[in-house]
């Protein structure tokens, strides 16, 4: 099994880890990314899911969000399910960027606490920040999660087979 390390031009011209040797490939052959570059990429997309237990099951919401230094930031209403679901639990997040045409793309999955904002200064500070909800309606409800546990594969695209 080959390894891969990250070439950095390549980065900047189309937001994609071109694989170098020297890095970690997984057993399906997907490229392992560091923490850096997993933060790197929850830092780009505006959309992910968020992963909770909804009546002792599991529930997953698509929810736009903001990454603030390392803090998974998410604006919902108070009275719904995803801010009562998620007062000081463990969820996930999950973030991915996929193009079917060249079969290349990435998947990100952050593991930590959630907690819900309280605290009038962090709420203030908040509310400044660019952060809107799509979906209609109010919402003035934070939830902030730090990850605890942060792990990406990326796929560099390959021919289709016939």
Known sequence: MTSF???TASIRSTGFIVPRPAEDVDSA???VLSSEDCLRLLGRAPIGRIVFTDRALPAVQPV???LVGQDIVIRTAIGSRLAAATRSAVVAFEVDEFDPLTRTGWSVTAVGRSRAVTEFD???RLNALPLTSWAPGDHDHFIVMRPQQLTGRQ???TAPTR
């Open 29 to 31: 052959g997907l490229r």
């Open 5 to 7: 390390r990250r070439d």
């Open 122 to 124: 962090e709420l203030q």
């Open 155 to 157: 796929i560099i695209g």
């Open 64 to 66: 736009n969000y903001l």
